[in-house]
């Protein structure tokens, strides 16, 4: 694998070494959580160089665009609908990153994350690298859901790639021999992927696909 292509839009300045690693996505719609999921994954099992960033971006959208404007390499996960087989990975680089979330929006944040990247490249504060890996989603409409076992199963070569990149952008990503605080992990303990899933109530308690009481076939007079 080589490492992403530079872009056209570069930074200005000497600016610091800074390499920001983002996931995005909603953790409560089932694999709409693969991003999240991976950045929390990635940080409970290494340690990086002092200017390298992990976020939870989440939906965030637009309040993301610090992050992206100072970073000097940007690598993100995120769940996209590739229309391929569920679990199947892709990376786009490059100027193709902006250009690919905008013509496969899946979901709210997607649009609002391509708005972030396009109003970085405006003020000519892009990234010099940016890679996407995408994963292609199993099931969205599982509210309370976690992720589809194949989608799971993916998320594990999908932080091999990431993180073969990152050292190659000189991250220095190392195993983690500490334990997280509260205060360094990237997002709250009550979402950690092993606590949502054990606390999960059954379907029929959760509800989590409806209720005909509130979405009748037909409504009658």
Known sequence: MTS??????????????????????????????????????????????PHVRLIDGGTQGLYLIQHVQEATRLLIFDAIDYGLEPGTLKTVEGD??????????MSLHQTGFQEVLMLAQLTEKFPRQVMLIGCQPEELDDYGGSLRPRVKQAMEDALALGVHALRNWGAQPVARTRPLTELEAVTFAQLDLATY???????????RMGDDRFFPSAVTT
């Not at 409560?28 to 409970?44: M, P």
């Not at 990153?97 to 929006?105: E, H, I, L």
């Open 4 to 49: 992403a292509p530079e872009s056209s839009i570069h930074r200005e300045g000497d600016n610091p070494e800074t390499i920001c690693v983002l996931g995005i996505g909603n953790v409560l719609w089932a694999d709409e959580g693969f991003g999240v999921r991976c950045i929390q994954t990635l940080q409970s099992r290494y340690e990086f160089a």
């Open 197 to 207: 899933e054990g606390q999960r109530p059954d379907e029929d308690l959760a509800c």
């Open 96 to 105: 193709n990153v902006p250009r690919f979330m905008g013509a496969k929006k």
